[in-house]
Every structure is written in structure tokens, then in C-alpha cells.
């Protein structure tokens, strides 16, 4: 930690606290996913609207619970301050002189994904009457944010993680820089509108695997047709409900937990590093801390923490609940039959 100057502490502090909420927020989409009693998220039903076919649809859905996405604000709030209180800490402490109210104002962590806004920005914060030159070019900082920046910095978080992708069927996941994704959700979060959590779920088929899972995460509400099976064939589906967040600018679902340890791993391992050393340094921060009250100072506790992230603890716990969910057996999903078959045309 000795690259990490003392009043910065409160930093690594705010990477902790995101890391708990992340924590958190794994918790509470696993007992979602579990339901009551590990009675699940969903229940299930056979109707057979088409003679001899039963459509396996959705009966119900347990609601996702608000804090989900308020866990999710919050840790994105505590990463996007993290930078920028690194940011301002290096401005005030090279600038020469103290900083007016308007250079206060002005100092932030910029984050542009085309160099020539980048460019503009970077003229108009270095010229004029609250000037801040240490954030141009010919500055050690302003060079060192400049090689963060997405226009330069080949950093991607794929929308899919890349082991469920493989399962999947292996096609290109959408990917974006993890600075691009902190300043949208940070952004949006603020001005716009609260982020919701909604549930999505895989289903695989294993009498017909390789197309069930190909279809990837799929939204559900109450009366999506998830699989359409033979009536008198028996016929197994599984379905993995979980709760997913949607990227910012109406971009794909994404995990809450995954998408976050991907971000949390960039701000600090390469970002915060890099605007304080001007290098990238792995797992140079803790990543569990004790921040109850334990009666021991900042450097204490981070010097006493764990390097293991909440995505890492949680899918210990996951594993875990997956097998006991194995362990239960099949459930078999009630069947109602709708007045009216539809003909199926022999010939279609």
C-alpha cells in the first residue's frame, strides 16, 4: 500500500464499499433466483392450445426486489467518485496554488470515447481565466488520463461473461470500455432515471440442447411460451432464472454482478494506479475490507484485507445453490388445456 499515499485511503475505502454492495447485490439476486422456500422465481405451466402440443410458459413471476437496482446505483456512485477524488487529489496537489470554486467545478476524471471531443474538452478546461493546465498534454496527470481514455485504451467488458458465452454457442458478445460504461451508468443514474432490475432466464432443452441455449438469456413476463413439447413425451426443461441490469443508451442485459467486478477490476487495478504511478498494478488494492466498527485505522484495515472480489466469493455460493437445486429432483408443471384447439395444417 505503499504506493497509495495516505489521503487517498478513503479511496480504497469507497473500492471496498462497491465491493460489498456487489457482494450484496449477488446475495439478494440469489434468493430471487432460489424463491420462497426454493420454490424459484418462476412457476410454470402446460397449455395445450394446439391439440397433441403444450406450450411451457410462464404462470408467474416473483417481482425482483427494488434494492437490487438501488445496490447497483450505489456501487456505481462509489466507483465513479473513487476516480474522480483520485483525480481532484493529484490536480489540487500540482497545481501550484489553490483552486478557485469554477477550477473545483471543473476537475473531474474526462472520459470521451472519440479523441476529437476529448481534444475540445481538454482546450477549454487548460485556457481562460480558471485555467488548468496540469490537464493538458504537456502534463504528467493530463497525459496519464489521456492513455486511459477509450479512444486509447483497448479495455472491453463483453455483455455476455465469456464462459456463459462459450456455453452459448461462442458468437461475438457486444462490448464496451469499462470507462465508457461507468461514466453512462453514473450518468444516467443521475439525470435520467433510476436503473431497474428486471428477470431474464436461460432455458435448456436437453432433447434439443444446442438450440435452447443458443437463444441465449431471454426476457419473460408472465404468459412467454418458453418451449412448445409433445403431449405424452416426456420431456425435461430446465430454466436458470436471473437478474439482469440493462447497459445504458438501451444497450443489451447485462449481469449486475459480473458487469460490476468487471468495472470495479479496471478502476482499480489499471485506472487509480495509473493517474497515481502512471502503471497498471493487479490486485494492488484490497478488495474485502472490514468497515464496521472495529476501533482500527483506514491503513490498518486495508492493510489487513482480502484480495478475493465479490464476484469470486459469490460463485462459490452460486455453485453451491446450484447443486442443491440438482439435488431436488424434477418439478412437474401443472397442465391446463385452453377450449378451441388450433388445427396444425398437416402440410405445414
Not at 502534463?139 to 483497448?154: C, E, M, N, V, Y
Not at 440442447?209 to 430446465?238: A, N
Not at 468497515?291 to 455453485?319: C, K, N, P, Q, Y
Not at 440438482?326 to 388450433?342: C, D
Amino acid at each position: 500500500m505503499d504506493w497509495l499515499p495516505e489521503t487517498l485511503h478513503p479511496v480504497a475505502i469507497r473500492l471496498a464499499r462497491a465491493d460489498q454492495l456487489t457482494y450484496e447485490l449477488g446475495t439478494v439476486a440469489l434468493a430471487w433466483s432460489r424463491g420462497p422456500d426454493d420454490r424459484g422465481a418462476l412457476s410454470l405451466s402446460q397449455v395445450e392450445r394446439t391439440r397433441g402440443i403444450y406450450d411451457v410458459e410462464v404462470a408467474s413471476i416473483r417481482p425482483v426486489p427494488p434494492v437490487a437496482a438501488m445496490l447497483f446505483s450505489e456501487a456505481v456512485h462509489h466507483l465513479r467518485s473513487a476516480v474522480d477524488n483520485v483525480v481532484f487529489h493529484m490536480v489540487e496537489r500540482d497545481h501550484g496554488q489553490p483552486l478557485t470554486p469554477q477550477q473545483e467545478r471543473n476537475v473531474s476524471m474526462l472520459v470521451h470515447d472519440e479523441e476529437g471531443p476529448y481534444g475540445e474538452r481538454v482546450n477549454r478546461l487548460t485556457s481562460g481565466k480558471n485555467a488548468l493546465p496540469i490537464l493538458g498534454p504537456d502534463h504528467t496527470l493530463g497525459k496519464r488520463i489521456a492513455s486511459l481514455q477509450p479512444f486509447k485504451d483497448h479495455a472491453e467488458v463483453p455483455a455476455i461473461p465469456p464462459s456463459l458465452n462459450l456455453l452459448m454457442g461462442g458468437s461475438k458478445a457486444a462490448t464496451a470500455h469499462p470507462l465508457s460504461l461507468l461514466r453512462d451508468y453514473s450518468n444516467e443514474d443521475k439525470h435520467r432515471s433510476t436503473r431497474l432490475a428486471a428477470g431474464r432466464s436461460l432455458v435448456q432443452r436437453p432433447d434439443d440442447w444446442v438450440r435452447s441455449v443458443g437463444l441465449g438469456m431471454r426476457t419473460i413476463e408472465v404468459g412467454t411460451v418458453l418451449e412448445r413439447v409433445k403431449k405424452g413425451v416426456l420431456t425435461g426443461v430446465e430454466i436458470s432464472p436471473a437478474i439482469h441490469v440493462r447497459r445504458p443508451n438501451g444497450g443489451p442485459w447485462v449481469s449486475p454482478g459480473y458487469e460490476l467486478d468487471a468495472i470495479t477490476r479496471h478502476v482499480s487495478d489499471v485506472v487509480i494506479p495509473t493517474l497515481i504511478k502512471g502503471m497498471a498494478l493487479p490486485d494492488a488494492l484490497p478488495a474485502e475490507v472490514d468497515l464496521t466498527d472495529t476501533g482500527e485505522g483506514l491503513a490498518e484495515r486495508l492493510s489487513g484485507g482480502g484480495r478475493r472480489r465479490a464476484h469470486d466469493r459469490m460463485r462459490i455460493m452460486s455453485m453451491r445453490a446450484y447443486h442443491e437445486a440438482r439435488e431436488q429432483g424434477e418439478k412437474w408443471a401443472p397442465i391446463t388445456s385452453e377450449l378451441g384447439y388450433v388445427e396444425e395444417d398437416e402440410n405445414a
